[in-house]
């Protein structure tokens, strides 16, 4: 089972941006997709971003054109960059990685809170 650790959340104003990264314990070559999810309070868990192996990227409308999905094989991190940032972004973000028999992992998610 992979073990995957977010990192890069935190507080910030509306308008600015933060990177979250998504490093896995083995090579995320090794999966189908990979993607960014998000749970604000009281909301069902969306999609944000994904990525496949092959490196096409899907976006959820709300963040198109603010947030990019990128990956470091090198280093076996996906990133999420965050930008122009508005209150409505805040929400527990989650890492996930799909295997090539569709089981997903997930890590443990990152706090983003953005601030009017």
């Known amino acids: 089972q992979v073990q995957l650790v977010e990192s890069g959340g935190g507080l910030v104003q509306a308008g600015g941006s933060l990177r979250l990264s998504c490093a896995a314990s083995?090579?995320?070559?090794?999966?189908?997709?990979m993607g960014w999810y998000r749970q604000g309070p009281e909301k069902q868990r969306e999609l944000v971003a994904t990525?496949?192996?092959?490196?096409?990227?899907n976006y959820a409308h709300s963040v198109e054109g603010r947030f990019t999905i990128s990956r470091d094989n090198a280093k076996n991190t996906v990133y999420l960059q965050m930008n122009s940032l508005k209150p409505e972004d805040t929400a527990v973000y989650y890492c996930?990685?799909?295997?090539?028999?569709?089981?997903?992992?997930w890590g443990q998610g990152t706090q983003v809170t953005v601030s009017s």
């Open positions: 996930s990685l799909r295997d090539w028999h569709r089981k997903d992992s």
């Open positions: 083995e090579s995320i070559l090794n999966f189908s997709d």
């Open positions: 990525m496949t192996n092959g490196g096409g990227t």
